[in-house]
């Protein structure tokens, strides 16, 4: 955790409450209520908007990049990118008919999975286990496609 962070587990906003809130919005957008709503057209809109909007935080924080010229770096700037980014991922939901209740447990059900996958890797460091999940990407996705 950060030092300097402005805010608690307590008075941070809840999933629930942004996703409703995002709906909410969009509802405003296109004049007319979402229930119940499935538009692969807007979903792949708002993925479009989404990898545009990758690009804005890597352009808020150029350090990245490996020559030495690129030292660019907002916090600020990169912080709001990500929002972006991370209200296009609600819009996604919104327009796949995924509610924020089925998010957050996939979530965390995907967290636990990812950890215990490096638990039992034996890798002593996150670029190895990033190393054996590439190796096993294939293998995993074959694993998926037979269930």
Partial sequence: MSKDRDYDVETC??????????????ELL??????????????AESILGLLGE????????????????NTYYNRREK?????????????????????????????????????ERYLESGASSAKDAWKLFGANKERCLDKNEEA
Avoid: H
């Fill in 13 to 26: 906003p809840a999933m629930g409450t942004l996703y409703a809130m995002q709906r909410e919005f969009q």
């Fill in 30 to 43: 296109k004049g007319s209520s979402l229930f119940d709503i499935d538009n692969p057209n807007d979903m």
């Fill in 54 to 69: 990758c690009g804005e935080v890597l352009q808020a924080d150029q350090r990245w990049k490996r020559n030495r010229r």
């Fill in 79 to 115: 912080i709001e990118e990500i929002a972006d980014c991370f209200i296009f991922l609600l819009n996604v939901c919104i327009y796949s008919g995924i509610s924020s209740f089925e998010l957050m447990n996939a979530v965390k059900d995907k967290i636990e999975k990812n950890k």
